[in-house]
C-alpha cells in the first residue's frame, strides 16, 4: 500500500528566502506525482504535475523534482512571499492502483 | 462560471436530516470524484465516476449515496450522518483517455464545509 510523507508538517520561513519542501512515497511504482496548494478552507489549486518519465517541472517561482528511484521529490519555492503562505499537499499515482494518494501536507507560513 | 463549483460551502444538518452536497464542472472533463478531507488526515477518497460510471467506491458507507446524472454534475447524498462524518468534501474532476488508467491532473472545487451535530 503506497504511503506518502511530508516532513516537516509545519515550516515558517522569513520572506525573501528560497525554500524547499520535501515528499517521500514508499511505492516508487508512480504514474506521476502532483503537488497542490490548499488555502485555509480552500479547496486544492494544482501547481505541478510531473509524469514519472519526467526529472522536473517548472511554474515561475516554483520547481518541482521528481526521483523515483528514491521514492522522494521536491518542491522549491524561490524568493519566497507572503502570498505563498498555504498548505502544501502531493499526492502520487500508481499503477494499477488509479487513484491519488496524498501527503497529509506542509503548512508554510512565510513572515513578512 | 469556470472551473470546480460546490455548493453549498457551508452546511449544519441534524443526524437525522437528508442533505445533499452538489459539484458542477465547467471544464469538459470526463472524470469526477469525490474526497473527504478530515483534520490531520490526508485526503480520503470516496467515491470515482469515468464517463458517468462509477468506477470507484472506497468502501464508504452507505449513508453517502453518490450521483452521477452527465458528466458535469455529480452529487452526494447525505443521510443519517454521524457527528465523524463532520468534514471538508471536496470535488475534483480530471480529462481521462477512455478505458484507460485514471491518471490525468487534478482539478478541486472549494468544497463544502460539513457539520453533523
Known amino acids: 500500500k503506497q504511503e506518502v510523507t511530508q516532513i516537516p508538517a509545519a515550516l515558517s520561513v522569513p520572506e525573501g528566502e528560497n525554500l524547499v519542501l520535501n515528499c517521500s512515497f514508499t511505492?516508487?511504482?508512480?504514474?506521476?506525482l502532483q503537488w497542490f496548494r490548499q488555502d485555509p478552507g480552500k479547496g486544492l489549486t494544482s501547481l505541478l504535475l510531473?509524469?514519472?518519465?519526467?526529472r522536473e517541472q517548472t511554474s515561475g517561482r516554483l520547481n518541482a523534482s521528481l526521483d523515483k528511484s528514491s521514492g522522494r521529490s521536491t518542491l522549491y519555492i524561490a524568493a519566497s512571499q507572503p502570498g505563498d503562505s498555504a498548505t502544501y499537499l502531493c499526492?502520487?499515482?500508481?499503477?494499477?492502483?488509479?487513484?491519488?494518494?496524498f501527503g497529509t501536507g506542509t503548512r508554510l507560513t512565510i513572515i513578512p | 462560471e469556470t472551473g470546480v463549483t460546490q455548493t453549498p460551502r457551508h452546511l449544519v444538518m441534524g443526524m437525522t436530516n437528508k442533505k445533499s452536497l452538489k459539484c458542477e464542472q465547467h471544464?469538459?472533463?470526463?472524470?469526477m470524484y469525490w474526497y473527504k478531507q478530515s483534520a490531520k488526515k490526508p485526503l480520503e477518497l470516496m467515491f470515482v465516476?469515468?464517463?458517468?460510471?462509477?468506477?470507484e467506491n472506497n468502501s464508504v458507507p452507505s449513508r453517502f449515496s453518490p450521483e452521477c446524472p452527465n458528466s458535469s454534475h455529480l452529487f452526494l447524498h447525505l443521510h443519517t450522518l454521524q457527528p465523524e462524518d463532520s468534514a471538508l468534501y471536496l470535488c475534483?474532476?480530471?480529462?481521462?483517455?477512455?478505458?484507460?488508467?485514471?491518471?490525468?491532473?487534478?482539478?478541486f472545487g472549494e468544497g463544502s464545509r460539513l457539520t453533523v451535530l
Open positions: 475534483a474532476s480530471s480529462q481521462e483517455v477512455a478505458g484507460g488508467l485514471l491518471t490525468g491532473e487534478l482539478f
Open positions: 511505492d516508487s511504482a508512480i504514474y506521476n
Open positions: 510531473i509524469q514519472s518519465s519526467q
Open positions: 499526492a502520487v499515482t500508481n499503477f494499477g492502483n488509479e487513484k491519488l494518494t
Open positions: 471544464l469538459g472533463h470526463n472524470a
Open positions: 465516476y469515468s464517463l458517468e460510471e462509477r468506477v
